[in-house]
């Protein structure tokens, strides 16, 4: 009896999947490989039922001999494992990122004589819907923001990176690259007070209301279905900041970072070059402490920025913020720095990792921008989020196209460097 290999992915079965398995079961037995969360992250969709359900859900299904757990994107363990014969996949892998894992596996086959079968990708109005009904119960509020604390459990380090608009939320939803062999996605958005500002022609000074604030907030979550980290900026009075968290976690944000700065907050980036006055650690230890007392849900966080390597009152005054803030509830740690040498922002995390092995520790590597997030995990780091760069990228291009168009007195001169209009529509998912 020959062996049968396929792995799954999916938390619902729907009639493509139970072709597979039927095409499967005329090669031999069927042992099917249920994808690892880990994996399923960076590879795929996010999974909505627990590793240990999908494995049931395979396993009762006809013609399943076995199920094993597939902990890599790529085949190498299980095929030393099992040996198969055959391995069956949908034939909409033959595409897109997901080409390279399919030449790995041909490459692993060829090596013992096995067999890769591509069976015609089932697409109907029937699987059409499941997919459409997946999305939708991942967009939820209630899904949504719990899985910012399921991603820091499941990836040694969470991307997120910054979205101001409903473009900007489905390119950071959207974009899968396949490097060396492995996929990857962002897994959270950033919603920056600076970009947001930016976005709508403002200076970052908590000008733009909360209320304009929560309309981007909106605009992201109607097209997109990644946890979102909301820049809270100062919080406002601890008044406000209650009612903050409340809208922030009926709209299903999964976490607010907040700054320990007063009166008129300026960016961050300025640094000393303009007058910032940091918060006592009384006075923000009692707004973080309202928050958490104000938050409905388990899942919500409230996270505290420190700002004493930015405003250079030094490391101790940074990590006496830092047990402070948690001893008054903060779920989260951000550490900021504006040097371009990591150096403090790691000297920060070591020295706070032997107080507290726990808490999640975030930065934002603008400056520091030569350190890598493996770099940064190894020194305890768990969300990296990259603030500002989808804006600072489209501004020079879109500032060059309106000079160009100027210059030219048409736009022929322009036209190749800028997307088809058949893509752009196309951009755009249809209901
Ligand atoms: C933002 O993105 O608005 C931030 C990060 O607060 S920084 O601009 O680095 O202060
Ligand atoms: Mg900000």
Request: charged fraction near 30%; include cysteine; charge should be negative.
């Amino acid at each position: 009896m020959k062996t049968v290999y396929t792995c799954f992915c999916t938390d619902v079965i729907h009639e493509g999947h139970l072709n597979i398995l039927k095409e499967a079961q005329k090669l031999g037995k069927v042992i099917v490989g249920c994808l690892s969360d880990k994996v399923l992250i960076r590879y795929n969709k996010f999974p909505t039922i627990a590793q240990e359900d999908r494995v049931k859900l395979y396993r009762s299904l006809p013609g399943v001999e076995q199920v094993v757990i597939q902990e890599d994107m790529h085949y190498d363990d299980v095929v030393t494992l099992i040996h198969p014969d055959y391995i069956v996949h949908g034939d909409n892998w033959k595409n897109g990122p997901e080409s390279a894992i399919r030449e790995h596996v041909e490459s692993l086959l060829s090596a013992y004589g096995g067999q890769l079968v591509d069976i015609p990708y089932t697409y109907n109005e029937d699987v059409r819907k499941i997919d459409m009904q997946l999305r939708e119960k991942l967009a939820m509020p209630e899904y949504r923001r719990k899985r910012l604390r399921q991603l820091i459990e499941m990836t040694p380090v969470v991307k997120a990176m910054e979205a101001h608009s409903g473009l900007t939320g489905l390119i950071v939803e959207k974009t899968v690259v396949e490097h060396e062999g492995k996929l990857d996605q962002f897994d959270a958005m950033w919603v920056s007070s600076l970009c947001d500002s930016t976005a709508k022609g403002k200076p970052d000074i908590e000008l733009v209301d909360m209320t304009s604030r929560f309309r981007t907030i909106e605009d992201i979550t109607e097209v997109t279905t990644k946890p979102i980290i909301f820049d809270g900026d100062t919080g406002g009075l601890p008044e406000h900041f209650v009612y903050t968290v409340r809208s922030l976690e009926r709209l299903g944000v999964s976490a607010v970072i907040i700054e320990d700065k007063t009166g008129l907050k300026k960016n961050s980036l300025f640094g000393t070059e303009v007058q910032q006055t940091q918060a006592s650690i009384e006075e923000f230890s009692a707004k973080i402490a309202a928050g958490k007392k104000a938050q409905l849900t388990d899942d919500f966080m409230i996270i505290a920025r420190i700002e004493s390597l930015i405003l250079e009152r030094g490391m101790d005054d940074a990590l006496e913020r830092a047990g402070a803030f948690v001893k008054a509830g903060a779920d989260g740690i951000m550490i900021h720095s504006r040097k371009k040498d990591p150096a403090e922002i790691l000297e920060f995390c070591d020295k706070f990792r032997q107080m507290d092995p726990t808490t999640p520790i975030v930065v934002v590597p603008t400056s520091f921008n030569v350190i890598t997030e493996e770099e940064l995990a190894a020194h305890g780091v768990n969300i990296v989020i990259y603030a500002n760069q989808l804006t600072r990228s489209a501004f020079p291009a879109m500032q060059k196209t309106a000079e160009d168009i100027l210059k030219n007195h048409r736009a022929k001169e322009v036209d190749d460097r800028l997307m088809s209009i058949k893509d752009i529509i196309t951009l755009i998912d249809e209901i």
